[in-house]
């Protein structure tokens, strides 16, 4: 586990936040309700620790925290691209980015309705990159890796099987009534399989919280 008092230097965190946006067209696009609120909030929660904070944001209507280096990207592609850039240079990585599990071949020009498919329209949806099994994967053995896991039952059970596939260190269960939600409870996993149950909190005492522990 990482330690700031072992390291005399500010502690580098990444952290990827908010959805991705899939596009199907131009002007169509296969996304999720995810706000970003909690990866913003654990963005502050960074700067208020006197760590450094990095921000690779999906895109979201949030204001860019204090002190924070914040990169922009749009689909599940540029955010792997970013995440697998940024990670070597980070102490701690958080991905608490909804991203898109898959993602369908773009048309070039808008998709009208036609005679041949005024039924209903088939998309054919390609398997994205997994980017929290690949930043495991390349990690370097200084770095504490953090997924989160959001889940519509068996939240620990679920979180638990993510945890392990995914080589993480820890991993965040909540459930999925937190989305667009300003506070919400969670359940935070280390990879010994110890468990601590967080209370329900605002999102910005949460990712306190959670840094905390994780710190």
């Known amino acids: ?17 908010g ?3 899939e596009y199907i067209d131009p002007v169509r696009y296969i996304s999720n309700d995810s ?13 208020h620790l006197n760590c450094n904070a990095t921000l690779v944001a999906g895109p979201v209507d ?7 280096k914040r990169i922009n990207v749009l689909s599940a592609k540029e955010m792997h691209e970013e995440m697998m850039k940024q990670s070597k240079r980070h102490d701690v990585i958080i991905m608490a980015a909804a991203v898109a599990d898959f993602s369908p071949r773009i048309s070039k020009d808008k998709i009208k309705k036609t005679p041949k ?11 994205t990159k997994d980017i929290l099994a690949l930043l495991c994967k390349k990690r370097s053995d200084h770095q504490t890796i953090v997924g989160f896991a ?7 059970k679920n979180a638990r099987k993510k945890l392990n596939a995914k080589g993480c260190d820890w991993i965040i269960a909540n ?3 937190t989305i667009g939600s300003k506070s919400c409870k969670a359940i935070l996993i280390e990879k010994s399989g110890e468990k601590t149950v967080l209370p329900h909190l605002n999102k910005e005492d949460l990712a306190i919280v959670i840094l905390s522990h994780i710190l």
């Open 35 to 47: 706000s970003g609120q909690m990866g913003f909030a654990l963005a502050r929660a960074a700067i």
């Open 117 to 127: 498919n005024a039924k209903g329209l088939i998309l054919k949806l390609n398997k």
């Open 19 to 21: 959805p991705t946006r």
């Open 62 to 68: 949030l204001e860019t925290p204090d002190d924070v």
């Open 175 to 177: 459930s999925s009534k």
């Open 1 to 17: 586990m990482t330690s700031k008092s072992k390291n005399p230097k500010p502690l580098r965190i990444l952290i990827a936040a």
């Open 150 to 156: 959001l889940e519509t039952k068996d939240l620990e």
